[in-house]
C-alpha cells in the first residue's frame, strides 16, 4: 500500500503563488509516474502537472508556464510551483502515484482557492 500526503493548499489573491508538497511512503517501488491533479466544483477531476515513467514532466495546456512539477526522487516527494494563480486554478488538488501494474494511488487532497 502506498501513503501519499498532500500540503501546501491555501487561499490566495489572483496573481499569487502557493507551492504544492506530496510526500509518498509505505511500498513506494516499481513507480511509473508521480504528479497532481486538481478537481474544480461540479467538474471532473483533470490532469495539473506530472512526471511520466521516464522523468518528463507534463502540463495541463491551462497551466503551461505557471505551474512547475519538480521532485526529489530519494524520498518520492513531488512538489507542485504554482505563479500567477487565476480564480479557474481554484479547486482541490490531489497527488497521484501509479505503478507499472496500473495500480494508482490517491492523496487526500488539499485545498487551493483563488480569489478574484
Known amino acids: 500500500q502506498v501513503h501519499l500526503v498532500e500540503s501546501g493548499g491555501g487561499l490566495v489573491q489572483a496573481g499569487g503563488s502557493l507551492r504544492l508538497s506530496c510526500a509518498a511512503s509505505g511500498s513506494v517501488f516499481s513507480v511509473n509516474g508521480m504528479g497532481w491533479y486538481r478537481q474544480a466544483p461540479g467538474k471532473q477531476r483533470e490532469l495539473v502537472a506530472r512526471?511520466?515513467?521516464?522523468?518528463?514532466?507534463n502540463y495541463a495546456d491551462s497551466v503551461k508556464g505557471r505551474f512547475f512539477i519538480s521532485r526529489d526522487s530519494a524520498d518520492y516527494t513531488v512538489y507542485l510551483q504554482m505563479n500567477s494563480l487565476k480564480p479557474e486554478d481554484t479547486g482541490v488538488y490531489y497527488c497521484?502515484?501509479?505503478?507499472?501494474?496500473?495500480?494508482?494511488?490517491w492523496g487526500q487532497g488539499t485545498q487551493v482557492t483563488i480569489l478574484s
Open positions: 497521484n502515484l501509479r505503478k507499472w501494474n496500473d495500480d494508482g494511488y
Open positions: 512526471f511520466s515513467s521516464v522523468g518528463t514532466p
